[in-house]
Nanobody, 122 residues
């Protein structure tokens, strides 16, 4: 059974930082690209960041470059999202996802976690 379990969300003041984690089980983690997406109420799920199988290639939404960093530890079956200088507009549910291909859209991702809430207060 494939499971992606996010953690690390919470309430933080603007300017603060959070580190999200996503632990994968039931799949061959090191053979899959991983991505982070987010969804605010009333909006579509949007791309945040993605990382290749080895971690050697990363990509970010243009608006998030320089503030967010995606990384992975294949020995721990875990992908991370370090979020710095958080803004109220970063408030959303954050999801990790796994894909057999590197992608920035949602459709190639086969497996999704349940999400973790991030709330940034002003």
């Amino acid at each position: 059974q494939v499971q992606l379990a996010e953690s690390g969300g919470g309430l933080v003041q603007a300017g603060g930082s959070l580190r999200l984690s996503c632990v994968a089980s039931g799949l061959s983690f090191s053979t899959l690209a991983m991505g982070w997406f987010r969804q605010a109420p009333g909006t579509e799920r949007e791309f945040v960041a993605r990382i290749s199988r080895s971690g050697g290639s990363t990509s970010y939404a243009n608006s998030l470059k320089g503030r967010f960093t995606i990384s992975r530890d294949n020995a721990k079956n875990t992908v991370y999202l370090q979020m710095n200088s958080l803004k109220p507009e970063d408030t959303a549910v954050y999801y990790c996802a796994a894909s057999s291909m590197i992608a920035t859209s949602t459709s190639p991702y086969d497996h999704w976690g349940q999400g973790t809430q991030v709330t940034v207060s002003s």
